[in-house]
């Protein structure tokens, strides 16, 4: 008897999902090895790519010249003047179509149209009318984070679990309660998915938008580098920019995690 007990006990004991933090940092380190270890190789093909200490190389010459510290403040201030209004203006967007049908039905379209749009075909038309300074490339890196934000907010808004806003109106709680306290909360991870699928459509953006028009930042680096083949320089400014963006979306994944502790996650 206590043998099948135990047995079942057993069969009902839950399944732990993920890895440990040990474990995932292992792997992470031996990726990260095993992809310096593959770039190095890469080069001995002759297919003219720089390794990774000439790109080191190229990258503490543009540091120590003062250039790649003006490139990347020029751009970290794009992308963070664009991305904050951007997401700021996605959540009560979002928010104000996924709670009021009315609206909703009159804004909704727009936006969906909108969204076909790439971003970055709205470069030229930014730029024609409101000219090469720093307000057309905030502006297109706004629009990008704005599109993508909007929609998970929405999408967090309206599927919000009827059956807590019943029982939230069955014990007397009105709109603007059930509002700040069931949907906001149960919205907030769609919100943060929507947080890091934008910061990635803004530095997309924001390179796109520096190719054409800037006179510094790390796109215009990459462009004018192309100009004379100086393929360690865009190597460079590729790294920096993905590094940032990898810095960036785990700080993003980390307040994800704070904020959204009661849910289950494999």
Partial sequence: MSTVTVRRDRRAKPRSFGLKRSTTLALNIG???AGILIWTLLPMLGIGLPGPWEVLQRGAELAREGIL???LSAS???????FVLGTISAVLVGFLIGWYA???ALVEPYIQFFRTIPPLAIIPLAIV???IGELPKVFVIFLAAFLVSVVATYQGVVTVDRTMINAARVLGAGDATIFFRVVMPASVPYILVGLRTGLGAAW???????LIAAQDGLGYRMQHAQIYYDIP??????LVIGILGLLMDRALLLAERRMTSW???R
């Avoid at 970290?76 to 664009?82: K, P, Q, T, Y």
């Avoid at 997309?204 to 520096?210: D, G, Q, S």
């Fill in 76 to 82: 970290l201030r794009r992308v963070f003047i664009g």
């Fill in 31 to 33: 990726s990260l090895i």
């Fill in 102 to 104: 009315t609206i909703r």
């Fill in 233 to 238: 320089t865009i190597f460079v400014n590729l």
């Fill in 129 to 131: 009318f409101m000219g």
């Fill in 263 to 265: 849910q289950e996650r």
């Fill in 204 to 210: 997309a953006t924001l390179v796109a938008a520096e």
């Fill in 69 to 71: 510290l003006t490139d």
